[in-house]
């Protein structure tokens, strides 16, 4: 029986070799968007094989994306013949065999293998296709989008020098992810690419003077990315790769119009991945617009969700309780312990900061008000373990990739159920475990409802004084709207008393 195979690009060629007994040469396509890379991934079609063959494929790499944190692929071309998936690649090798430079830096950091979202991303994007990446923070992503970036740039056909321009673009929410994927681009160097981070309240002008020199991947925060365009300081139709890194928080803190005056000046024919923890309206219609028949890749569920290697405990205090509590946490913190204690507002980060540290504690604190130079030094101090506590406001809850951080105090609730996951995010990462601890106060009642199904989903206890609350918050919504605005009562008393945990024996009734 003589099986033809058709070859997309140099796919998982140990699978095809050793199922196939043949070789896979790759298949470049012509035309459609300027110079698709089509370089290694694993993304056999399948329209050609045997049956029985086929059959034996697709069972395999459904049980590898099924056992692999529930891997879920879709195709969301509009109209038209459904494409094939391509299947994910198992090891770092299936994915990078023709790209020695990469394999290098890779064997270089120590990774064993590809994450979840790396090993059905890479296939995706190195096929040439837009992408849609959601997953939980601390899975990849950022290697996931950046090291097919590096290829598809080195396969452009018009000469490096000719671009006039970078030929790729990192838009991402904040100062400090864009430092943090900065920090990723070079520790993966290739071909020489020079990479410039650019981002407000940086030098302005030297940041200028980088660019006029010559770059060839920026990464930037849209407010000053805009500020450069329409001063037509940097030109962006040479870019040819996209990344929209943490969606949902650019839109969260209101970076739409800066977006699509910025997508205005990319050439269309581009490649284009997006990233997000979660998937709401907003992020749907942003990849409706500027996504060309993307595949969507997402792990475990699009429900949020907290990562599942955290161990969340809930607190219920009243807010006085606060700063007892705290102290109790760190003066249990054992010698190699790192802690960042989440506060509401940047007054509180510098007051817990002032505290903690006549108390004779090493903290730093983050913050949107502390200048820049101030910022960086407190990250640094954190990184490099010359303070082991941070205290911070949610500016620190995406984009800081400490990976040693082992517990996150949420000291106040954050302000919406996103930012929750993000924060508990920072800990438990690339597979680590870690804890969360989470002070909630009678105030923060309205978030009982979603911080429950945060909690089961991850497999965490909920306390039964959290169920109560949220059952009289419930209760209160609907008095509210038979009643109007008076009905339901303004709020309840009770608390808890007991260390760090509480104790439920003690615990009052909730009641208004």
């Not at 094939?84 to 064997?107: G, H, Q, V």
């Not at 080195?154 to 992810?177: K, S």
């Not at 943090?180 to 160097?189: A, D």
């Not at 008000?369 to 101090?381: I, P, S, T, V, Y």
Request: proline content about 5%; glycine content about 10%.
């Amino acid at each position: 029986m003589i099986i033809r195979l058709q070859v997309r690009f140099p796919s998982c060629t140990h699978m095809c070799r050793s199922v196939l007994g043949q070789d896979t040469e790759p298949h470049l396509a012509s035309g459609g968007r300027l110079a698709p890379v089509f370089g290694s991934g694993a993304a056999i079609s399948l329209s050609f094989l045997d049956f029985n063959m086929r059959h034996f494929l697709f069972l395999y790499f459904y049980k590898h994306r099924k056992d692999n944190n529930n891997i879920f692929v879709d195709d969301l071309m509009e109209g038209g013949e459904r494409r094939p998936i391509p299947n994910p690649c198992r090891t770092f090798l299936e994915a990078f065999e023709r790209y020695p430079e990469i394999m290098e830096n890779i064997d270089r950091v120590g990774f064993v293998r590809p994450t979840p979202i790396q090993s059905q991303a890479w296939p995706v994007l190195l096929s040439g296709e837009d992408l849609i990446a959601i997953a939980q923070t601390g899975t990849g992503k950022t290697l996931a989008y950046l090291l097919p970036g590096f290829i598809h740039m080195d396969g452009q056909p018009v000469p490096r020098a000719d671009w006039g321009g970078p030929g790729m673009l990192v838009l991402t929410p904040t100062r400090e992810l864009a430092l943090q994927i900065e920090t990723e681009c070079k520790k993966y160097s290739y071909k020489g690419y020079k990479s410039i981070c650019i981002y407000g309240g940086g030098d302005r002008r030297g940041q200028i003077n980088l660019v006029k020199s010559g770059v060839d991947i920026v990464i930037a925060t849209p407010g000053r990315l805009n500020d450069l365009q329409m001063n037509e300081l940097i030109n962006l139709f040479s870019i040819t790769y996209l990344v929209l890194d943490e969606a949902d928080r650019m839109l969260d803190m209101g970076f739409e119009p800066q977006i699509m005056k910025i997508l205005l000046d990319i050439r269309p024919d581009r490649q284009t991945v997006m990233t997000s923890a979660t998937w709401p309206s907003g992020v749907r219609r942003l990849a409706k617009s500027y996504l060309k028949n993307p595949m969507m890749v997402y792990v475990g569920t699009l429900d949020l969700a907290a990562v599942d290697t955290v161990q969340q405990t809930i607190t219920i205090v009243q807010e006085e309780e606060k700063k007892a509590f705290v102290m109790d946490f760190i003066r249990n913190m054992l010698p190699q312990d790192k802690a960042i204690i989440f506060v509401g507002k940047k007054i509180k980060a510098d007051d817990l900061s002032s505290d903690l540290c006549l108390q004779g504690l090493a903290v730093q604190s983050l913050h949107g008000d502390r200048e820049q130079r101030d910022r960086e030094e407190a990250l640094k101090d954190f990184k490099e373990s010359r303070v082991r506590i941070l205290v911070a406001t949610d500016l620190a809850s995406r984009g800081l990739d400490v990976h040693d951080i082992t517990h996150v105090f949420n000291y106040d609730f954050p302000r919406n159920i996103e930012e929750y996951v993000h924060r508990v995010g920072r800990t438990g990462r690339a597979g680590r475990s870690g804890a969360a601890i989470t002070l909630v106060t009678r105030e923060d009642w309205r978030m009982a409802p979603e911080l429950i199904p945060i909690l089961e989903r991850s497999g965490q206890e909920v306390p039964h004084e959290l169920v109560l609350m949220a059952e009289r918050y419930e209760k209160h919504k609907r008095e509210k709207l038979m009643y109007g605005s008076g009905g339901g009562g303004g709020g309840y008393g009770g608390r808890r008393d007991g260390g760090r945990g509480g104790r439920r024996d003690q615990a009052q009734s909730w009641k208004f």
